[in-house]
């Protein structure tokens, strides 16, 4: 079985992710290669749902960290919602919290894209 | 009572470690927020002896012991690896380093230097010695 599930959804220009299981050094490269196509693919604005997201390591964090300047570069962003409280308190050791946008509903990581 | 498992230098193995050591403290009592972290900063350490030191090398084994003692939670992890790289070094750079390099690799140090009161990395008789200790009162 496998331990990371990526489900994918295009809505105009706004993919959105939705993770489910366990984000560690052996899964992340499922994440990073989803990434990295949509970037290819010129989708530079997304969404991540991390509601089912049971569990993230580092190698998750790099796939996130990686990717943050080529957004930034691009006017495209990562907005991660529905984080459990144990993930999010991950994210705030390392400073993360400030440099990701983080909202608590869909409706809240919607509306940072409202102007696309 | 100590806690031994022995497993194989595998990426796939991770998750048996984390299982393995939120089975051996699910008997203290401590918060769910406290044994995620330290599950998390024993994968991390594990992470590391399995990809930077031993290359994924299955052939190889990483032992990994957790004791508690008058509260404080010690572990040990085991290996033959090599490493290249310093740790005090790695876990120095800064976020912004990592952005700005799109480095993917590198934060789990930072994540087991600010989780864990105690990290130790030391070579004993041809033997690599990560050592962890947590407070756990």
Redesign the interface.
């Known amino acids: 079985m496998d331990?990371l599930k990526i489900e994918k959804q295009v809505n105009k220009e706004l993919l959105m992710l939705k993770i489910s299981g366990?984000l560690?050094?052996?899964t992340?490269i499922k994440l990073?290669d989803e990434i990295n196509g949509a970037l290819e693919s010129n989708q530079i604005n997304i969404l991540v749902d991390c509601g089912d997201l049971n569990?993230i390591?580092?190698?998750g964090?790099?796939?996130f960290?990686?990717?943050?300047?080529?957004l930034q570069t691009r006017a495209g962003k990562f907005v991660l919602y529905n984080l459990s409280?144990?993930v999010f308190?991950?994210f705030k050791?390392?400073?993360?919290n400030d440099?990701l946008t983080i909202a608590d509903t869909e409706k809240e990581a919607k509306s940072f894209f409202d102007k696309i | 009572m100590k806690q031994e498992l022995k497993i194989s230098c595998r990426k796939e193995c991770l998750s048996d470690i984390r299982a393995f050591v939120n089975e051996s403290l699910a008997h203290l009592d401590i918060s769910d927020s406290l044994l995620y972290k330290i599950v998390l900063a024993v994968d991390e350490a594990c992470s590391n002896a399995i990809i930077h030191g031993n290359n994924c090398d299955e052939s190889k084994e990483i032992n990994v012991e957790l004791e508690v003692i008058e509260q404080i939670l010690k572990v040990k992890i085991f290996d033959i690896g090599e490493y290249t790289q310093n740790y005090k070094e790695v876990g120095a750079i800064s976020l912004e380093d990592h952005i700005n390099n799109k480095d993917k690799g590198g934060l789990g140090l930072k994540l087991i230097l600010s989780i864990m009161d105690e990290v130790e990395f030391y070579t004993k008789n041809h033997l690599n010695i990560c050592q962890l200790a947590k407070e756990l009162a």
């Open positions: 331990k366990e560690d050094a052996s992340a990073d569990y390591s580092s190698a964090f790099g796939v960290v990686s990717y943050i300047k080529d409280n144990n308190e991950t050791i390392l400073g993360l440099l």
